[in-house]
């Protein structure tokens, strides 16, 4: 007897192709904006070899899947990332890594930096530490591909449904806010 699949069904398989497709080709676009890019060469050469699990650096945003913010950002550095990350192309995810991503870290009270990147971009996944190692990260981007794996990773569906929320709190920032729109 054949069993045909209903559309849901059908649905929920081509979902978990193209999740398990997505998890395993991460292409990183490394914005180094704080001390800790320092871990990322060693992260990506030959002694921790990230590519071994499926995580390789983009040349440009539009090859990128996911943005990975170094640390510190200061606010002339912001608008550069925010154009970065809506050149990217869905789905994509953010990465913050370093505790100056979480909360400011020890630039916490710089009348110059962000204090918390997830107001300003949808965050999937923070890595802390100052600065975390390159294990460290590694286990940050086993845990991303876990959500995107689960279909858990939807800081850019969120950012899509909330664009108007973080265009406030961008803007609060960026004084001299002269972008293109959001191209989606
Ligand atoms: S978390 Fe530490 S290493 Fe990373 S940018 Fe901040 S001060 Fe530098």
């Not at 999740?19 to 904006?33: D, I, P």
């Not at 890594?97 to 909360?103: A, K, R, V």
């Amino acid at each position: 007897m054949n069993y045909v699949l209903n559309d849901r069904e059908s649905s929920k398989i081509v979902e978990f192709i193209k999740n398990f497709a997505r998890k395993n080709s991460l292409w990183v676009l490394a914005y180094g904006t704080g001390c800790g890019a320092i871990e990322i060469p060693p992260t990506m050469t030959s002694r921790y070899d990230a590519e071994r699990f499926s995580v390789r650096g983009a040349a440009t945003p539009r090859q990128a899947d996911v943005l990975l913010i170094t640390g510190y950002l200061s606010v002339k550095t912001l608008k550069r990332v925010i154009r970065s990350y809506e050149q990217m192309q869905d789905p994509k995810y953010v990465i913050g890594f370093g505790s100056c991503t979480i909360n400011g870290g020890m630039y916490w009270d710089s009348y110059n930096t962000i204090k918390q990147l997830d107001l300003y971009l949808p965050v999937d996944v923070y890595i802390n530490g100052c600065m975390p190692r390159p294990e460290a990260v590694l286990a940050g981007f086993a845990k991303l591909q876990e959500l995107i794996g689960k279909g858990e990773a939807n800081g850019w569906k969120h950012y899509k449904e909330n664009l108007e929320w973080y265009r406030q709190n961008q803007q609060k920032l960026i004084k001299n806010w002269k972008m293109p729109d959001y191209n989606w």
